[in-house]
């Protein structure tokens, strides 16, 4: 099913041709070798913006992604970088923080010892 989507989002990028261009972004859409897949790229750098690849991995920022979903710099939500380059947490943490549950059972009665 995958191969479907990667197909629509050539045609509509590309338009039916091997390289398509968009001001400054380029398209190319490979063979059915063991590297095909589909990539957008930064046509005055030739920086990879996003990659696509035939097995179902994509990369950001990569060409070469390694995972499901592998993203090469920062990670933000509206504007904010939660994550960096790194893998390191740099955003908020108040908004992971959920609503208090009740209290637990208490736990296990320790030893009763006097010292004096």
Same mark, same amino acid.
Not at 42 to 64: C, H, L, P, Q, Y
């Given at each position: $099913?995958?191969?479907?989507?990667?197909?629509?989002? $050539?045609?509509?990028?590309?338009?039916?041709?091997?390289? /398509?261009? *968009?001001?400054? $972004?380029?398209?190319?859409?490979?063979?059915? &070798? *063991?590297? &095909?897949? !589909?990539?957008? %790229?930064?046509? @005055?750098? #030739?920086? %990879?913006?996003?990659? !696509?690849?035939?097995? /179902?991995?994509?990369?950001?920022?990569?060409?070469?992604?390694?995972? @499901?979903?592998?993203?090469?710099?920062?990670?933000?939500?509206?504007?904010?970088?939660?994550?960096?380059? &790194?893998?390191?947490? =740099?955003? #908020? @943490? %108040? /908004?992971? =923080?959920?609503?208090?549950? &009740?209290?637990?059972?208490? /736990?296990?009665?320790?030893?009763?010892?006097? !010292?004096?």
């Amino acid at each position: $099913m995958h191969k479907y989507w990667l197909i629509v989002v $050539m045609v509509l990028l590309s338009g039916i041709s091997k390289y /398509g261009y *968009a001001k400054d $972004m380029g398209s190319e859409l490979k063979d059915n &070798s *063991a590297d &095909s897949g !589909f990539s957008i %790229t930064e046509k @005055t750098n #030739d920086s %990879t913006i996003a990659r !696509f690849r035939g097995d /179902g991995k994509v990369g950001i920022g990569t060409a070469d992604p390694n995972a @499901t979903l592998d993203v090469w710099g920062n990670i933000g939500i509206n504007g904010i970088s939660i994550i960096n380059n &790194s893998g390191q947490w =740099v955003g #908020d @943490t %108040t /908004g992971l =923080v959920g609503p208090e549950g &009740s209290q637990g059972p208490p /736990g296990p009665q320790g030893p009763h010892r006097v !010292f004096g």
